[in-house]
């Protein structure tokens, strides 16, 4: 897939996030350059970031939230991993991210999960 828009980019981080977590293989484990899209540097970024900095990022989704993140959805546990890191990482408006975060939760999450994500990463922003 030739992933050109920040929108299409974070779609195909999801999906990436998702099956190395299925595959069950740690995250910090990955080589990143097993699974990038060489032509996109956005995507590239995301999941980079997202795998180099996983225990900063899942400590923050932590702190914001009421439940394990153990317990969480592998799609919005990832779809916050990729808000958190562009959140921490990236001179964005942060409604953006958000935005997209909750799009990314509806198209492919649960049914309800969209609602937690908005939470928590509202709390993130809250709190920062």
């Known amino acids: 897939m030739n992933v050109k828009s920040p929108t299409r980019s974070r779609d195909k981080a ?13 995250l910090s484990e990955i080589d990143i350059n097993l699974h990038s899209d060489k032509k996109n540097s956005f995507y590239q970024e995301i999941l980079k970031g997202v795998i180099e900095d996983k225990n900063n990022i899942d400590e923050a989704i ?5 439940r394990p993140l153990e317990r969480l959805d592998i799609i919005e546990k990832n779809s ?21 975060a909750i799009r990314v939760s509806k198209k ?16 993130f922003v809250k709190a920062n």
Do not use: F
């Open 108 to 123: 492919y999450g649960s049914v309800e999960g969209y609602k937690l994500v908005n939470a928590v990463l509202d709390n």
């Open 62 to 66: 932590q702190k914001n939230m009421d």
């Open 14 to 26: 999801l999906q990436t996030l998702y099956e190395i977590e299925v595959g069950g293989h740690d």
């Open 80 to 100: 916050l991993r990729i808000a958190l890191y562009e959140l921490m990482n990236k001179d964005l408006d942060k409604a953006i991210i958000i935005n997209e």
